[in-house]
C-alpha cells in the first residue's frame, strides 16, 4: 500500500485497537511481531542489560491493567515505546489514564506529543530475533558488539507458559492417579518426563533449568511410585534415584520431601523394612514449610519399623501423628499426591499397629479409615483404599478370634477381579491367605475353603 517499512507497525497497532479492541500495549507488541518473552529479552537490552528482571510475564501483567495484572510505571512505558518504535503516551488508553495517579496523569497532559523517534538502539531490538530479517546496515553500524554478544545469552528454549504446562500437567495426573490404573498414568508421566528432558537439552536461564529439574524430580518420583503399584520394584528405585539426583541439584528441600516419600514407600513394599524407617526419618529433617505435611511420611517410618516388629518406635511415631493428625493445613492442590488422603493415613496408622500386636487401637484406626473413604466423593477415593483396608480388618477379627466378622470382610475378594488391582493388594492377599492356613484355623472347613479361593484368585492374576 505503499507505507514504509518504519510506518507499518503504526497502522497496525492502529487498526488492532480501532477495529480489534485490543488494548494499546497488546496492539503495539502484536504489531511489531513480538512475543511476550522476546519484548521482555528487547527490554533488558534497551535497559543496557540482557540479563536483567524483565519477564514475559511481566510484559503481559503491564498489558492487562488496569482490569488485573500490575500498572506499568512510567520509566516501564518509556523503555516499551523505545522497543516497539513508538512514544510512551500512545501506549495508554481512556481506562488507562482514569485509573493512573495524579502525578503521572499530570505528566500525561504536560508532555508534548513528539513525533515517534526511532532510535538505532530502538531499531536494532525492535526486530524480532525470530524472523531472520535482515537489519539495515544503518541501524548495525554503530550498534555495540558486547550487546550483541549478550543478548545470545538470553536465547531460551523455554518460556513460562512451557513451565506452567508441565506442573500442570504433573498435578492432573497425580489427581487422576486416584481414579486411573497406575499403567496408564505411569504412560503419561513418561510422555511428560520426555518433553522435560527435551527441554534441558537446549538453553535456558538458570531459573528456567531449575524448575526443569524440579518437575523432572517430581516426575520422576511419581513414577517411582506408580512402578511400585505395579510391581516393579527394580524400575521404581531407578526412578526414584534419578529424583533425589534431582532434588539434590537443586537444593530444594521440598522436592526431597516428595522423593524420601516415595523412596520410603518403595523399600517398604520392596520387604526392606528398616530402609523404608530410615528414608522417611530423614525426609522428615527436610523443612518444607506447610506445603509437605509431616504425617505421610511419619507414618511411612511407622510402617517401615513394624515390617521388623520394632515396637517402640512404631509406638512413638503414631504418638508423634496423633497429636498432629488434625491440626496441619490443608495443603494445595498441586501438593496432593504425596499428602495422602486422611483414610489413606488412618489406614497406614492401623497396619502398623496390627503388625506389632495393638489389635484393639488397629482395628479402631482402620474403622476411622473405612468411615472416612466412605465419605469421599467418589472421584477423589484410590480404589486400592477399600481392599486394604477390608483385608486388614479382616486380618485384626482374627487375631481377636472373630472368625464370621473376618469372613464377612474377605468374601467378596472370593468373586471380585484382583487383576486391575496395584501389587501391594495381591500381595496382602498371600499374607492373609497364609494367616488363614496357620495351626488356628486349619481345622476349620469353611477357613479352608476361603483360603483356597484366595489362592485362586492369586493363581488367576495376569503377572
Known sequence: MGFSEDAIPARVAQHLTAECQIRPRTAWRLACDMSLDLAARHYNA????????MRGSRIWEYEQWPDRGVRPTLSALRTLAQVYGTSWKSLLDLRDLEHLPPRDLAEY?????EEPRVSTAAVTVRQPLETGRQIPHRATADAPKPLAEAMILTTTNVDDVQLDQLWSDTIHLGNAYARSSPDSVLRQLSLVRER???????RQRPKQTKDLYLVSAKCCAMMGWMSADLGRYGAAQELNSAAWLYAQYVDDHFARRWVRTAQSRVEYWAGNGAESARLAQDGLRHPAGTRMADAPLILAEARGWASIQAERQVLDAIGRWARIEDSEPTVADEDRFFNISKDRRHYMAGTSLLSVGRTGLALKELRTARQVYEGLAPEERWEAMEPMIRIDTGRAYLRLGEFDAAAAELEPFVSVDVGR?????????????????GPRWCSSSTACNLVDALRDTQVSVPR
Open 46 to 53: 534497551v535497559n543496557g542489560d540482557a540479563r536483567a528482571g
Open 109 to 113: 497532559h504536560g508532555t508534548k506529543e
Open 196 to 202: 522435560t528432558m527435551t527441554l534441558l537439552k537446549g
Open 421 to 437: 488391582q496395584p501389587d501391594m493388594v495381591r500381595a496382602m492377599l498371600k499374607v492373609l491367605a497364609g494367616e488363614l492356613a
